[in-house]
T-cell receptor, first 117, second 113 residues
Framework: ETGVTQTPRHLVMGMTNKKSLKCEQH?????MYWYKQSAKKPLELMFV???????ENNSVPSRFSPECPNSSHLFLHLHTLQPEDSALYLC????????????????FGPGTRLLVL | GNSVTQMEGPVTLSEEAFLTINCTYT??????LFWYVQYPGEGLQLLLK?????DKGSNKGFEATYRKETTSFHLEKGSVQVSDSAVYFC????????????FGSGTRLLVRP
Protein backbone atom coordinates (compact mmCIF):
# COMPACT_ATOMS: atom_id res chain seq x y z
CA GLU A 1 0.00 0.00 0.00
CA THR A 2 1.69 3.19 -1.19
CA GLY A 3 -0.98 5.70 -0.15
CA VAL A 4 -2.17 6.24 -3.72
CA THR A 5 -5.41 4.57 -4.77
CA GLN A 6 -6.96 4.33 -8.20
CA THR A 7 -10.45 3.34 -9.33
CA PRO A 8 -11.60 1.45 -11.20
CA ARG A 9 -8.84 -1.15 -11.44
CA HIS A 10 -10.18 -2.44 -14.74
CA LEU A 11 -12.31 -0.72 -17.38
CA VAL A 12 -13.68 -1.83 -20.73
CA MET A 13 -15.23 0.84 -22.91
CA GLY A 14 -16.41 1.35 -26.44
CA MET A 15 -15.05 4.08 -28.65
CA THR A 16 -18.15 6.21 -28.19
CA ASN A 17 -18.30 5.94 -24.40
CA LYS A 18 -17.34 8.54 -21.83
CA LYS A 19 -15.69 7.36 -18.65
CA SER A 20 -13.49 8.75 -15.91
CA LEU A 21 -10.52 7.41 -13.98
CA LYS A 22 -10.03 8.50 -10.41
CA CYS A 23 -6.88 8.82 -8.33
CA GLU A 24 -6.64 9.74 -4.67
CA GLN A 25 -3.51 10.18 -2.57
CA HIS A 26 -3.37 10.12 1.22
CA UNK A 27 0.23 11.31 1.56
CA UNK A 28 -0.26 15.05 1.88
CA UNK A 29 1.49 15.64 -1.43
CA UNK A 30 0.92 18.58 -3.72
CA UNK A 31 2.04 17.23 -7.08
CA MET A 32 0.16 14.57 -9.03
CA TYR A 33 0.86 12.85 -12.33
CA TRP A 34 -0.81 10.71 -14.98
CA TYR A 35 1.29 8.14 -16.86
CA LYS A 36 0.43 5.73 -19.65
CA GLN A 37 2.04 2.28 -19.65
CA SER A 38 1.65 0.44 -22.96
CA ALA A 39 2.98 -3.00 -23.73
CA LYS A 40 6.64 -2.99 -24.75
CA LYS A 41 6.97 0.81 -24.43
CA PRO A 42 8.47 2.93 -21.67
CA LEU A 43 6.11 4.71 -19.31
CA GLU A 44 4.94 7.96 -20.84
CA LEU A 45 4.25 11.02 -18.72
CA MET A 46 0.91 12.53 -19.73
CA PHE A 47 0.06 15.33 -17.31
CA VAL A 48 1.52 17.01 -14.24
CA UNK A 49 -0.35 19.04 -11.63
CA UNK A 50 1.22 21.08 -8.86
CA UNK A 51 -1.00 22.66 -6.21
CA UNK A 52 -4.03 21.90 -8.45
CA UNK A 53 -2.53 23.74 -11.44
CA UNK A 54 -1.58 21.90 -14.59
CA UNK A 55 2.11 22.42 -15.23
CA GLU A 56 2.66 19.96 -18.03
CA ASN A 57 0.68 18.45 -20.87
CA ASN A 58 2.96 16.12 -22.78
CA SER A 59 1.23 16.54 -26.16
CA VAL A 60 -1.66 14.36 -25.09
CA PRO A 61 -4.67 14.16 -27.44
CA SER A 62 -7.70 16.12 -26.34
CA ARG A 63 -9.77 12.94 -25.93
CA PHE A 64 -7.95 12.72 -22.58
CA SER A 65 -9.04 15.49 -20.24
CA PRO A 66 -7.50 15.76 -16.76
CA GLU A 67 -9.06 17.43 -13.75
CA CYS A 68 -7.52 18.20 -10.38
CA PRO A 69 -10.12 19.66 -7.99
CA ASN A 70 -7.74 19.58 -5.01
CA SER A 71 -4.28 18.35 -4.15
CA SER A 72 -5.57 14.94 -3.09
CA HIS A 73 -7.65 14.02 -6.12
CA LEU A 74 -6.91 13.67 -9.80
CA PHE A 75 -9.25 12.55 -12.56
CA LEU A 76 -8.74 11.56 -16.15
CA HIS A 77 -11.87 11.98 -18.27
CA LEU A 78 -12.00 9.83 -21.36
CA HIS A 79 -14.13 10.24 -24.46
CA THR A 80 -14.11 8.88 -28.00
CA LEU A 81 -11.00 6.81 -27.35
CA GLN A 82 -9.27 4.62 -29.88
CA PRO A 83 -8.22 0.98 -29.50
CA GLU A 84 -4.57 2.10 -29.36
CA ASP A 85 -5.40 3.94 -26.14
CA SER A 86 -5.75 0.58 -24.40
CA ALA A 87 -3.07 0.56 -21.70
CA LEU A 88 -2.40 0.69 -17.98
CA TYR A 89 -2.93 4.23 -16.68
CA LEU A 90 -0.89 5.03 -13.62
CA CYS A 91 -1.31 7.89 -11.21
CA UNK A 92 1.55 9.11 -9.04
CA UNK A 93 2.17 11.82 -6.47
CA UNK A 94 5.17 13.58 -4.95
CA UNK A 95 5.71 16.28 -2.38
CA UNK A 96 5.66 19.15 -4.84
CA UNK A 97 7.59 20.65 -7.74
CA UNK A 98 8.70 23.90 -6.22
CA UNK A 99 11.71 22.70 -4.32
CA UNK A 100 13.34 21.06 -7.30
CA UNK A 101 15.25 18.81 -4.94
CA UNK A 102 17.16 16.11 -6.79
CA UNK A 103 15.90 12.60 -6.49
CA UNK A 104 12.38 13.40 -5.35
CA UNK A 105 10.43 10.17 -5.06
CA UNK A 106 7.14 9.63 -6.84
CA UNK A 107 4.60 7.26 -5.29
CA PHE A 108 2.49 5.27 -7.70
CA GLY A 109 -0.98 3.83 -7.51
CA PRO A 110 -1.81 0.32 -8.78
CA GLY A 111 -3.17 1.61 -12.07
CA THR A 112 -6.34 1.26 -14.11
CA ARG A 113 -6.14 -1.26 -16.91
CA LEU A 114 -8.16 0.14 -19.79
CA LEU A 115 -9.39 -1.79 -22.80
CA VAL A 116 -10.99 0.15 -25.65
CA LEU A 117 -13.09 -1.93 -28.01
CA GLY B 1 17.85 14.47 -25.19
CA ASN B 2 17.38 12.40 -22.08
CA SER B 3 16.90 8.67 -22.38
CA VAL B 4 17.36 5.41 -20.52
CA THR B 5 18.29 2.06 -22.03
CA GLN B 6 17.80 -1.22 -20.19
CA MET B 7 18.66 -4.75 -21.12
CA GLU B 8 15.77 -6.58 -22.62
CA GLY B 9 14.16 -9.38 -20.73
CA PRO B 10 12.91 -11.63 -19.62
CA VAL B 11 15.73 -12.59 -17.32
CA THR B 12 15.22 -16.05 -15.86
CA LEU B 13 17.28 -17.16 -12.86
CA SER B 14 17.25 -19.90 -10.30
CA GLU B 15 16.76 -19.00 -6.66
CA GLU B 16 19.98 -17.78 -4.96
CA ALA B 17 21.59 -16.83 -8.28
CA PHE B 18 23.38 -13.51 -8.80
CA LEU B 19 21.41 -10.83 -10.61
CA THR B 20 22.59 -8.01 -12.84
CA ILE B 21 20.25 -5.83 -14.86
CA ASN B 22 22.08 -3.32 -17.00
CA CYS B 23 20.99 0.30 -17.33
CA THR B 24 22.69 3.12 -19.20
CA TYR B 25 21.50 6.64 -19.65
CA THR B 26 21.91 9.75 -21.76
CA UNK B 27 21.47 13.09 -20.06
CA UNK B 28 23.04 16.51 -19.62
CA UNK B 29 24.95 17.09 -16.42
CA UNK B 30 24.12 15.03 -13.36
CA UNK B 31 20.64 13.56 -13.37
CA UNK B 32 19.24 11.61 -10.45
CA LEU B 33 18.92 7.87 -11.10
CA PHE B 34 16.31 5.43 -9.86
CA TRP B 35 15.26 1.82 -9.93
CA TYR B 36 11.55 1.16 -9.60
CA VAL B 37 9.96 -2.29 -9.29
CA GLN B 38 6.50 -3.39 -10.40
CA TYR B 39 5.11 -6.58 -8.90
CA PRO B 40 2.28 -8.34 -10.73
CA GLY B 41 -0.98 -6.40 -10.55
CA GLU B 42 0.58 -3.47 -8.72
CA GLY B 43 1.93 -0.02 -9.45
CA LEU B 44 5.57 0.97 -9.40
CA GLN B 45 7.49 1.18 -6.13
CA LEU B 46 10.78 2.93 -5.61
CA LEU B 47 13.48 0.34 -4.99
CA LEU B 48 16.53 2.60 -4.69
CA LYS B 49 18.00 5.82 -5.96
CA UNK B 50 21.22 7.83 -6.26
CA UNK B 51 21.48 11.55 -6.77
CA UNK B 52 25.17 12.12 -7.49
CA UNK B 53 28.12 10.40 -9.08
CA UNK B 54 29.63 7.46 -7.17
CA ASP B 55 26.62 7.26 -4.85
CA LYS B 56 25.41 3.74 -4.15
CA GLY B 57 21.72 3.15 -3.63
CA SER B 58 20.67 0.02 -1.76
CA ASN B 59 17.49 -1.59 -0.49
CA LYS B 60 16.28 -5.14 0.22
CA GLY B 61 19.62 -6.60 -0.86
CA PHE B 62 19.62 -4.75 -4.18
CA GLU B 63 22.38 -2.28 -5.02
CA ALA B 64 23.22 0.12 -7.84
CA THR B 65 26.14 2.55 -8.19
CA TYR B 66 25.91 5.82 -10.11
CA ARG B 67 28.81 5.66 -12.62
CA LYS B 68 29.25 8.97 -14.41
CA GLU B 69 32.19 7.78 -16.48
CA THR B 70 30.19 4.95 -18.04
CA THR B 71 26.76 6.64 -17.70
CA SER B 72 25.46 3.51 -16.04
CA PHE B 73 23.37 2.48 -13.05
CA HIS B 74 23.33 -1.32 -13.12
CA LEU B 75 21.12 -3.15 -10.63
CA GLU B 76 22.64 -6.07 -8.72
CA LYS B 77 21.60 -8.56 -6.09
CA GLY B 78 23.77 -11.30 -4.70
CA SER B 79 21.08 -13.93 -4.13
CA VAL B 80 17.65 -13.60 -5.67
CA GLN B 81 14.46 -15.06 -4.27
CA VAL B 82 11.27 -16.20 -5.96
CA SER B 83 9.57 -13.16 -4.43
CA ASP B 84 11.88 -10.88 -6.46
CA SER B 85 10.05 -11.87 -9.64
CA ALA B 86 8.78 -8.58 -11.05
CA VAL B 87 9.45 -5.97 -13.71
CA TYR B 88 12.32 -3.60 -12.94
CA PHE B 89 12.46 -0.08 -14.38
CA CYS B 90 15.49 2.16 -14.54
CA UNK B 91 14.70 5.88 -14.63
CA UNK B 92 16.32 9.28 -14.49
CA UNK B 93 15.20 12.75 -13.52
CA UNK B 94 17.02 15.57 -15.32
CA UNK B 95 18.89 18.26 -13.43
CA UNK B 96 16.79 21.06 -14.90
CA UNK B 97 13.40 19.42 -14.28
CA UNK B 98 13.86 17.14 -11.32
CA UNK B 99 10.16 16.31 -11.04
CA UNK B 100 10.23 14.45 -14.38
CA UNK B 101 10.93 10.75 -14.53
CA UNK B 102 12.17 9.28 -17.80
CA PHE B 103 11.88 5.51 -17.77
CA GLY B 104 13.53 2.66 -19.56
CA SER B 105 11.35 0.01 -21.11
CA GLY B 106 11.57 -2.34 -18.13
CA THR B 107 13.16 -5.74 -17.58
CA ARG B 108 11.08 -8.68 -16.45
CA LEU B 109 12.77 -10.95 -13.91
CA LEU B 110 11.52 -14.48 -13.30
CA VAL B 111 13.09 -16.40 -10.43
CA ARG B 112 12.44 -20.14 -10.34
CA PRO B 113 12.58 -22.23 -7.15
Amino acid sequence: ETGVTQTPRHLVMGMTNKKSLKCEQHLGHNAMYWYKQSAKKPLELMFVYNFKEQTENNSVPSRFSPECPNSSHLFLHLHTLQPEDSALYLCASSQDLSGGAPGETQYFGPGTRLLVL
Amino acid sequence: GNSVTQMEGPVTLSEEAFLTINCTYTATGYPSLFWYVQYPGEGLQLLLKATKADDKGSNKGFEATYRKETTSFHLEKGSVQVSDSAVYFCALSPMDSSYKLIFGSGTRLLVRP
